[in-house]
């Protein structure tokens, strides 16, 4: 045969590289970059996946299989967004289909195994029921008896490529994935009313009035919509849903039948997205202080990535806000990104109420049906100018803006104007478990630049790596130095907690000198908010005998108790027994808790103020979906006076009435064993006391220490954290750490120790030719076992400017050839660049 060979790459959700596959010539015309196929793999299984590449004429010099057909009309992947996670996966030493696994909402990475199932028995009623072909009608039948899987459904419906259907039929809300979509991606439905299209002047209507005035409740509707819908339009009438249109004129539903009737109103269904973006009432912004323009016209102007170091309350939201506003008019796309616990009700509710719709919202706890719909929004992109960026989707315009965590910047973004991350030295922006180990805050830089779009890094305690990039030149630096409206900064004081004990000024874990400030801030009626970064009652339980320390079975770490269960709970892999009643060592009934956790502040506390109404917030307190909501609304409305918790109550909350902040046990935070520890120290314990006296009340933070004098305590104090990095950035140096070096750390997990330590002294020996004294280890990190596997580390640290993929080559050539032996076979190996 005389045919050019046709071969397309394709990425599939699975640990491997983009596979080869060729094209049958009648496919070829139909095929594109970034739409999906479907693909054989292995002896029975068909996968769908993404096309990343297409190469004509190439030898490939093996055989290669075809493609069984193909999904999309449209790609469903744009090419900035295949630039980043390819960015992704060579900088984080991870395959491309890690990253597309982490990026696509499961109904793009359907295969053979999915499960769908109908979502509506009943589908009459949909737009487009006169689309669905006689496939479509078969696969509904055969789901109607439950769900099946894309195999069982090949086989009774007797075709092989079903698959297209299937997606059109999930499109369309008909069918779900799995039992988690079932229930959830069950478009909504709702309607809209206008003026019918007959009355198209305001003659017209003022006729109609007067028509109306024996009709006293249709009147009524008729004004309540003119009233909404104000000024009138008459060619494009708004819609306006319709059970706000009912309750605020408060008419029923028979009055509106009868005006629907007459000719004067009508309604149309209208699929809604489930972000609940429907009309808001949009709230006009407020000016900008002098401070804030300032800093505002310095970010326009800037033309590198930009951090805005501005102190806690500075007011930095509301100039993101602005700067959102210039780029969306700008016909661009916004993505703000938020750490997991900031992303809260208070800073959706404050966007909403400036831009309604045009900012969706991605966030890890939404089901899938919600993620898919904020992915496909962004795919139809559509700029309200009416300048096309979009493959010819006439829609109104969508996929503007989105306010997400850190998965949100994998999302298929066409044409990026502005990344904003705030609290951008959260740790949380890296994903440590699974691949891709990525950086949200430093890949967003990478998009940034892809995009050619402006990005603003802010906090009021920017990260040692980012602070020192701006003072290197490589971002721009603007500061913030007052708190917006003249507030002032809470005074933040410390207590001597080794010399209060000698004075027996101690009650429980509380000093006098706090006690009494909870007293008079509850009778002056202000709120209080009270930190201990430890979960549970107590991080571990002795006996007072012989010592012996409660242990979990899997991990090398102390099982902390919680009073609330009864139980003792191992933090890492959640293994629980009973409190025991006497010790397993000696039989002693003498076991005593040591240390605190929330749940003791907060247990002590009930004791010793009474009259005082307490919540706790922490991950115990929040694992029911609205949980998180409930405590902070109610603490917003002062149901509650005093707030004990862990590092969830530092984030980004904004709480007028509170007057106190107490820092339970700083040596916690300071003694913790990680080179990060006073730079976390100091950023949480700045972050919470910033939660004090914010509005127009002076606040008052107080923090409990056995180590006062301890430089990074000195430096919180005095709010001055330019010290706090010359010194932090001082040691950072004399002993080579980031941002000196580029710090790679590999672990590799066994269930022996010895296979494991066997492993780590060959694996050693392979990468000492190459790293020579750059390679430490392996050692055991502080937990040495977790979910009985051992661990040894290695740490690599590189030079700052050196190219370094060709080390990660040699890296992941280290780890296959260890192995490749047959006794380290089962050996796990994980490489974290830029670990936190
Ligand atoms: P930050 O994000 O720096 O902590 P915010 O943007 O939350 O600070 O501002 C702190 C408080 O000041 C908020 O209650 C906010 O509404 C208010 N605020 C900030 N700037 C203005 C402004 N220009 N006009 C009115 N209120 C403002
Ligand atoms: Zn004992
Ligand atoms: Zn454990």
């Not at 696994?101 to 199932?117: C, D, G, I, N, Q």
């Not at 559509?382 to 989707?393: K, Q």
């Not at 076992?785 to 050539?813: E, V």
């Amino acid at each position: 045969m005389n045919q050019k060979t046709y071969y397309i790459e394709v990425l599939l959700p699975l640990y491997l590289k983009a596979l080869i596959y060729s094209v049958p010539t009648e496919m070829r015309g139909s095929l594109k970059t970034g739409v999906r196929v479907i693909v054989p793999l292995g002896n029975r299984k068909i996968y769908s996946g993404i096309v990343v590449g297409i190469c004509e004429n190439t030898e490939t010099g093996f055989e290669t299989r075809d493609i069984l057909g193909i999904i999309d009309e449209t790609p469903v992947i744009t090419a900035p967004q295949l630039e980043l996670w390819k960015w992704i996966a060579g900088y984080y030493m991870c395959t491309l289909g890690e990253v597309m696994k982490a990026a696509l909402p499961a109904y793009l990475k359907m295969e053979s195994r999915t499960k769908v199932a109908l979502n509506r028995a009943d589908c009459s009623d949909l737009p487009g029921n006169a689309g669905l072909d006689s496939l479509d009608r078969q696969i509904i039948a055969c789901l109607s008896d439950g769900q099946l899987s894309m195999e069982d459904l090949a086989k009774k419906t007797g075709r092989k490529n079903i698959l297209p259907n299937i997606g059109k039929l999930l499109d369309a809300g008909i069918i779900g994935i799995e039992e988690e979509l079932i229930n959830n991606y069950r478009s909504k439905y709702r309607s809209f009313v206008s003026l019918h299209p007959d009355i198209d002047s305001e003659e017209k209507l003022g006729r109609l009035l007067d028509s109306l005035t024996k009709s006293r409740r249709q009147e009524q509707l008729l004004l309540k919509y003119i009233e909404l819908a104000s000024p009138l339009d008459f060619v494009y009438p708004l819609e306006i849903p319709k059970n706000e249109l009912l309750d605020k004129s408060g008419v029923s539903e028979s009055v509106y039948r009868s005006c629907e009737e007459k000719g004067i109103l009508i309604s149309v269904k209208k699929k809604i997205d489930r972000l609940g973006n429907t009309a808001a009432t949009l709230k006009e912004q407020p000016e900008l202080s002098p401070a804030q323009q300032k800093a505002f016209e310095e970010l326009r102007a800037a033309d590198r990535p930009a951090l805005l170091h501005g102190i806690t309350s500075s007011g930095k939201t509301e100039i993101y806000i602005k700067l959102i506003d210039a780029a969306l008019n700008e016909g661009k796309q916004v993505l703000y990104l938020l750490p997991e616990i900031a992303l809260t009700t208070q800073i959706i509710e404050r966007l909403r109420a400036v831009f309604g719709s045009r900012m969706g919202v991605y966030h890890s706890s939404f089901s899938d049906a919600e993620r898919t719909e904020a992915y496909n929004n962004l795919l139809k992109f559509n700029p309200r100018d009416g300048s096309a960026c979009g493959d010819g989707y006439p829609e109104v315009s969508c996929g503007e803006g989105i306010l997400g965590v850190r998965s949100s910047l994998l999302l298929p973004f066409r044409n990026l104007g502005l990344i904003i991350v705030d609290e951008e030295h959260e740790t949380t922006y890296k994903q440590y478990d699974p691949a891709p180990r990525y950086n949200a805050r430093d890949a967003a830089v990478i998009l940034g630049r892809i995009h050619g779009a402006k990005v603003v890094l802010g906090s009021a305690t920017p990260s040692l790596e980012s602070y020192y990039n701006a003072l290197q030149g490589k971002y721009d630096l603007i500061r913030l130095t007052e708190r917006y409206g003249k507030a002032v900064l809470p005074e933040i004081r410390t207590i001597d907690m080794k010399r209060a004990f000698w004075k027996k000024k101690i009650v429980s874990n509380f000093s006098e000198t706090l006690l009494n400030a909870i007293r008079s801030a509850l009778e002056r009626k202000e709120q209080i908010i009270l930190f201990q970064n430890r979960r549970g009652f107590s991080p571990f339980v002795q006996c007072a005998d012989c010592g012996h320390v409660a242990k979990c079975r899997y991990c090398d770490v102390s099982l902390t108790y919680h009073k609330y269960t009864g139980a003792l709970t191992c933090h890492y892999c959640g293994y629980s027994i009973p409190m025991p009643p006497k010790c397993p060592s000696c039989n002693s009934p003498n076991i005593k808790t040591r240390g605190f956790g929330t749940e003791k502040i907060e247990d002590e506390l009930s004791l010793l103020i009474p009259e005082a109404k307490i919540e706790r917030l922490d991950l115990d307190s929040t694992k029911s979906k609205y949980a998180y909501q409930r405590i902070l609304s109610g603490f917003e409305a002062h149901a509650v006076d005093i707030l004990v918790g862990t590092q969830m109550i530092t984030k980004g909350l904004d709480f007028g009435n509170v007057s106190l902040v107490g820092i339970m046990d700083a040596d916690s935070l300071l003694t913790f064993p990680d080179f990060r520890a006073y730079e976390r120290s100091f950023q949480l314990m700045s972050q919470v006391a910033g939660r004090a006296g914010r509005k127009d009340r002076p606040g008052e933070v107080i923090i409990q220490t056995t180590t006062p004098e301890n430089p990074v305590i000195r430096q919180v104090i005095k709010y001055d954290y330019d010290s706090f990095f010359a010194t932090q950035l001082n040691e950072r140096r004399m002993f080579n750490y980031p941002p000196f070096c580029r710090l790679i750390v590999l672990s590799i997990k066994h269930s022996r120790q010895d296979v494991l330590n066997e492993a780590g002294n060959a694996l050693k020996a392979m990468l000492l030719k190459t790293f020579g004294k750059d390679l430490a280890g392996p050692e055991p990190p502080p937990i040495g076992r977790i979910q009985n596997r051992y661990i040894l580390n290695f740490r690599i640290k590189l030079k700052k400017n050196s190219s370094i993929n060709p080390y990660k080559h040699l890296i992941n050539t280290a780890f296959i050839q260890l192995k490749s032996e047959k006794k380290y076979a089962g050996i796990i190996t994980v490489a974290d660049v830029d670990p936190m």
